[in-house]
């Protein structure tokens, strides 16, 4: 697939982060109704570990040199799957998304030869209003592998926070005890371990990654009778809409259906309400055997949007 005339594309620099993030905000504001990335997320992207902007990205140009679309591969961890966003203003660069996604599956195949294997699995994501979008993938080869469900609830009305079944005692984690982050991270790999699509994340690298953080007090442990068994994880993503995130809630297997996984939520509203955010929110993974929807709902969730992941496998080049 070719551009249209007068169109052209170049790789992206960090001199362009203003206008990626113009993009972004335009695509994000169609498919989910609000901008859901800021300029330092636009940073981290072109500056990921196992990305090169001059090989793994397009700018789409128009006639007029504005920036109208911004294509990028993400794998965090360097191994497994492959992901690719395609982001396109809606109103002015539609007809720019299958071309940029034309040449990303290119640059997989490339990725895959130059990591030794025969293929990869690509996939990218389809929110509710994307129909083009999911036709394009459709013709492309991509079938539908799954659906996340994001679900929020507002803290407004939050009720007091009741008393945590006997026997469970929810804490922040220490971040100034290594042992701890450590128990931290080993309640979400054991908790995940038998999901379909988790890619084990060693230690040293998820604590890399982690960074320092400031809002350790999110970050929760539950313990039973005084033993480490589950883990909340909270993001800043949501942020610009004022919610607090949940990006991971893990329960090791032997203490679910306890009020484990209830306690953590509760508690993290709590502390999301405390710092003055309106909601709370969190995504679940439909084909995932360890979040019940009725955990959820019990805290109050109710499902607000879902987004469909598409997948296809990419030989590697020269295959």
Sequence with gaps: MTLPAGWTTRRPTLDDVPAILAVVHAADTFAIGHPDFDAEDVVA????????????????VDPDGTVVGWATVDNPTGVGREFVEVYVDPVRAATVRAPLLARQLDRVAERAAERGLPSLTVRCTVCAPERHWERYLREAGFTRAKRYVRMSRPLA??????AAPPGV????????????????????????????????????????????LTAWDEWLVAEVDGVPAGA????????????????????LSAYRRRGVGAALLRRAFARYAAKGRRSAGLGVDLTNPTAPLSLYESVGLRE????????????????
Aim: hydrophobic letters at 35%; proline letters at 9%.
């Design 45 to 60: 992207s072109l500056t990921a570990s196992y990305f090169d902007p001059t090989r793994d990205s397009w700018l789409a």
């Design 157 to 162: 009305d939050l009720p007091d926070e009741p």
């Design 169 to 212: 005692r929810v804490r922040p984690v220490r971040p100034d005890d290594e042992a701890d982050l450590r128990e931290f991270h080993r309640i979400h790999e054991s908790a995940f371990a038998d999901t379909p699509d988790h890619e084990p994340l060693p230690y040293d690298r998820w604590r890399a990654r982690i960074g320092d």
């Design 232 to 251: 909340l994880q909270s993001s800043d993503q949501a942020l610009d809409q004022q919610e607090g995130w949940v990006k991971k809630l893990s329960v």
């Design 304 to 319: 607000t949007l879902w987004t469909d992941m598409y997948e296809r496998v990419v030989p590697a080049a020269g295959v």
